[in-house]
């Protein structure tokens, strides 16, 4: 991979109206697919040229949605053969591209009411009204594109060993990550009475991911999330690597700045070593009670 990267305010207003983008193909898993646990019906899959829902049901037929970030379009198909494409472009507001986008399920047959609130973002905003978010460059889209391939293989040689329950990366339309999960197969109940929180924190694991940044976090990084979250290291802080890790109490998370990634000879290794560092810093903190099913390597 070349060693360029974007940070959240090098492409703000780009990432932003992707962001927004991809949220309505979200919402349209969340309406159609069948609900999994920890979300996993509303994951979007990453592929050369960029993100798909992968297959939905239909009211006819089942169909799918493809951002292709190399001919700047979306793709939808069906299961009859039908397609219909979005052209991507600078200027095309979320409003504009939330009405095109439900005339292509129109067209597909399979008309889907969405609710229009967007989720996770830092303002309020409503996909059907929303005329502020219009930028598409090009060049932006393909340099985080890239960051997504270089996480996406780290996160897939930190799983690999892997034997239990896991969730491969995929792309998480909230918060804009690409993530992984490994699972102790325990399940926690979540005092919360947040829906969201409640769906994704109902089972013990280890949450490996790359999220691009945002307005209060404007640093693309690396992160793992142990759950039951930790509230800090205690005497194992030599553990985690590579030396520019950090754990931020706060967030209750592990992380490496996906510069700082770039700053070692070797970044694939030191973001696999920051990923298997957090798991054992987990280990020594909060050991797992099943450790069968992971293999060394």
């Not at 159609?32 to 037929?61: K, M, Q």
């Not at 009475?193 to 013990?204: P, R, S, T, W, Y």
């Not at 802080?237 to 967030?251: G, V």
């Amino acid at each position: 991979m070349e060693k360029t990267f974007l940070n959240y305010p090098d492409w703000q207003d780009t990432a932003d109206t992707i962001h927004l983008f991809l949220q309505v193909a979200g919402k349209v898993k969340v309406e159609r697919c069948a609900p999994r646990p920890e979300w996993e019906h509303v994951l979007l899959y990453l592929l050369p040229d960029g993100l798909t829902t992968g297959l939905i049901p239909g009211d006819n037929s089942p169909f799918s949605v493809f951002f292709d970030f190399r001919q700047h379009q979306v793709e939808f198909r069906n299961g009859e053969g039908k397609r219909v494409d979005i052209p991507l472009e600078d200027g095309l507001s979320v409003a504009d591209f939330y009405k095109q986008f439900n005339n292509a399920l129109e067209q597909l047959g399979s008309p889907t009411p969405l609710c229009v609130k967007a989720q996770q973002f830092y303002e309020p905003v409503d996909l059907d009204k929303d005329e502020k978010h219009h930028t598409y460059d090009k060049i932006a889209i393909r340099k985080w594109l890239q960051s997504l391939f270089f996480a996406y293989k780290a996160m897939s040689l930190y799983l690999a060993p892997f034997h239990g329950k896991i969730h491969y990366p995929a792309y998480y339309f909230g918060r804009m990550d690409l993530s992984c999960m490994v699972f102790n197969g325990e399940l926690v109940a979540n005092p919360s009475g947040n829906k969201i929180v409640n769906k994704a924190l109902d089972e013990g694991m280890y949450a490996c991911g790359f999220w691009p940044g945002d307005i209060s976090s404007p640093q693309a990084a690396f992160y793992a999330l142990p759950y039951p979250f930790i509230e800090d290291l205690k005497d194992n802080t030599a553990l985690l690597q590579p030396d520019k890790a950090i754990f931020k109490p706060d967030k209750k998370e592990f992380f490496l700045a996906l510069e700082d990634a770039f700053s070692y000879p070797n970044p694939e290794k030191a973001v696999v070593s920051f990923f298997k560092s957090g798991f054992d810093t987990l280990q020594q903190i909060q050991p797992w009670r099943n450790l069968n099913f992971v293999s060394k390597q």
